[in-house]
């Protein structure tokens, strides 16, 4: 089981700013695709930013982009996700997923069954 470890959820104001970190040590493939989904509560899971591995190609949700920026971390097989301009309907559990399957973003958010979802990392902006 290949484990996902994600960090920097918390609380912040209208406005400010949070970042996502996302560790995926055991994944052995050459390259991938990894991303973001979040969910809020009373709502489906959603996708909401994907980069692939090989060529830092991404991914973003229409009502992310512009103010959320996913890249690889200076770590090996790890992720970052900057928030910017958070709103309160940016509020959500996050999580970070993989999928052996998919080497590309493309179509990534089409779909919930992707092989490996991290705990999820809570997001609350509030004044």
């Known amino acids: 089981h290949l484990q996902i470890v994600e960090s920097g959820g918390g609380l912040v104001q209208p406005g400010g700013s949070l970042r996502l970190s996302c560790a995926v040590p055991?994944?052995?493939?050459?390259?991938?695709?990894i991303g973001w989904f979040r969910q809020a509560p009373g709502k489906e899971r959603e996708g909401v930013a994907c980069i692939t591995t090989n060529d830092d190609s991404t991914l973003y949700s229409d009502s992310v982009k512009g103010r959320f920026t996913i890249s690889r971390g200076d770590a090996m097989h790890t992720v970052t996700l900057q928030m910017n301009s958070l709103t309160a309907e940016d509020a959500a559990v996050y999580y970070c997923?993989?999928?052996?399957?998919?080497?590309?973003?493309?179509?990534?958010?089409?779909?919930?069954?992707?092989?490996?979802w991290g705990q999820g990392t809570q997001v609350t902006v509030s004044s």
């Open positions: 055991g994944f052995t493939l050459d390259y991938y695709a």
């Open positions: 997923t993989t999928d052996s399957s998919w080497r590309t973003c493309e179509r990534f958010f089409s779909t919930v069954n992707h092989d490996f």
